[in-house]
């Protein structure tokens, strides 16, 4: 099945730790994004990138790194840096897939992964 | 700066009643407006706008855009608990960035 996974579902880590959250696609998709979500906001996002080997800061960089060495991965880095990580993380991916999801419009969601930093 | 304002925050309702969830938007370069549900996890896609007048449908739920007084609304007629989640709406710029409403948080109580 066509998808986007995201692991672990949770991650628990201590504070001064650097962490890489895991995102992949096998939908074909160009670009992929990494939002993240707090209690009662809206989606922000952190960094998304259109092509291989090229992403692009969000509102909300600070923080946080990527790579995108391959069209299906797009894995986030907490660094110690950022300095309230603990929230919801949600990968998207949007892009000429094939089939009804041939759509730049629409962003298709993993299952998100939870963080909490001790 | 760019903004979409959702409303109400939070709404509870009984079975059966309709309800009317607001999207309002200032953004620079429109291209489409979107509306997600988002029950535990990961949104789901409901609706993409792009023309203001031209109604969408899905079952009992229903989206309508006005581009002149920049708002949208999201109609769910005969509510059943399953139609308990946060509805998020969000506008598409013309570099396909979304920019996020904070989303309306729904109850259907039995």
């Known amino acids: 099945d066509g998808g986007i996974t995201q692991s672990p579902k949770y991650l628990f880590r201590k504070e001064g730790q650097n962490v890489t959250l895991s995102c992949e696609q096998n939908l074909n998709h160009d670009a992929m994004y990494w939002y993240r979500q707090d209690p009662g906001q809206g989606l922000r996002l952190i960094y998304y990138?259109?092509?291989?080997?090229?992403?692009q800061k969000g509102d909300i960089a600070e923080g946080y790194s990527v790579s995108r060495e391959k069209k299906e991965s797009f894995p986030l880095t907490v660094t110690s840096a950022q300095k309230n990580p603990t929230a919801f993380y949600l990968c998207a991916s949007s892009g000429s897939g094939g089939g009804k999801l041939r759509s730049y419009n629409e962003q298709f969601f993993g299952p998100g992964t939870r963080l909490t930093v001790l | 700066e760019d903004k979409v304002v959702q409303s109400p925050l939070s709404l509870v309702v009984h079975e059966g009643d309709t309800v009317t969830l607001n999207c309002s938007y200032e953004v620079t370069n429109f291209r489409s407006l979107l509306w997600y549900k988002q029950e535990k996890k990961a949104p789901t896609f409901l609706f993409m706008l792009?023309?203001s007048g031209i109604e969408k449908k899905s079952g009992r739920l229903s989206s309508i855009l006005d581009k002149k007084e920049l708002f949208s609304i999201l109609n769910i007629t005969a509510t059943q608990t399953g139609d308990s989640a946060v509805y998020l709406c969000a506008v598409m710029d013309s570099n396909y960035q979304l920019i996020w409403g904070a989303g309306t948080k729904l109850i259907i109580k039995p």
């Open positions: 990138s259109q092509i291989v080997n090229d992403f």
């Open positions: 792009t023309s």
